[in-house]
């Protein structure tokens, strides 16, 4: 993916989601970051994994920008490393155990 058009895909993910809050669920090992009663994100502190809600962000690249899984998940990692100072995460789009 060239440069221009990654700036152009942070800038997007910026402006959509990047004010997500962090929302205490109960399970100490994860930290859940969403906005309007929808969780986006989900921090697994264990294992670095990141699950990105599929339905609410994942879709949305993948159909916009027609991005394939790892274009998707290598722009995320840049991303949430400015956006939420996630350094070293894998970002996925399954779903943990956890989430509810």
Known sequence: MNEKLENIIIKYLNKLY??????????KSHIFYGKNNNIYMERDLLTDNLWINYDLIWRDLKNTFSL???EIQSIINKW?????NLKGVTPSNVQPTTYS
């Open 18 to 27: 990047g004010d997500l809050k962090i929302i205490k669920k109960g399970v």
């Open 68 to 70: 394939n899984y790892r």
């Open 80 to 84: 949430v490393e400015v956006a939420y």
